[in-house]
């Protein structure tokens, strides 16, 4: 067990929760970011669960690719997540670039992921 990923996604999912009631009550924005808005706290919400799923699961590999997969989550979050409410609260356009890196990483961390359970030796994954 990674105990931080575990704790790093249950913060995300609380963020996550707090965020979407937020989004929905308080905030006034424009139908588009609204819909930006939420996305972000979506994907936040699918990947702070896959991120305690990550910290349950590679403790148990016989390898460091969980490890990774989990940092990449992480950044992934805060980079696709993250850059969607900056963008749906601001409309600065420089934070576009950072959004694609971000859901590039949640892409690559899940197939890091599915290489650590695959390459993995140990038994209860047999």
């Given at each position: 067990?990674?105990?931080h990923f575990?704790?790093?996604?249950?913060?995300?999912m609380?963020?996550?929760?707090a965020?979407?009631?937020?989004?929905?009550?308080?905030?006034?924005?424009s139908?588009?970011m609204?819909?930006?808005?939420?996305l972000?706290?979506q994907?936040?919400?699918?990947h702070?669960?896959?991120?305690?799923?990550?910290g349950?699961i590679?403790?148990?590999l016989?390898?460091?690719?969980?490890?990774l997969?989990?940092?990449l989550?992480?950044?992934?979050?805060?980079?696709?997540?993250?850059?969607?409410?900056?963008?749906?609260?601001?409309?600065?356009?420089?934070?576009?670039?950072?959004?694609?890196?971000?859901g590039?990483?949640?892409?690559?961390s899940?197939?890091?992921?599915?290489w650590?359970?695959?390459?993995?030796?140990?038994?209860?994954?047999?």
């Amino acid at each position: 067990m990674k105990k931080h990923f575990i704790l790093h996604g249950a913060m995300f999912m609380a963020l996550g929760v707090a965020l979407g009631a937020v989004g929905s009550h308080a905030l006034e924005l424009s139908s588009d970011m609204q819909r930006l808005f939420e996305l972000g706290v979506q994907y936040q919400i699918y990947h702070a669960l896959g991120l305690i799923a990550v910290g349950l699961i590679s403790g148990c590999l016989a390898n460091t690719k969980g490890e990774l997969a989990g940092w990449l989550m992480f950044a992934g979050i805060v980079g696709f997540s993250g850059g969607l409410y900056f963008y749906a609260l601001t409309g600065n356009e420089l934070i576009r670039k950072v959004i694609p890196l971000g859901g590039s990483l949640l892409i690559i961390s899940w197939l890091v992921f599915f290489w650590a359970v695959l390459t993995s030796k140990v038994k209860q994954f047999d």
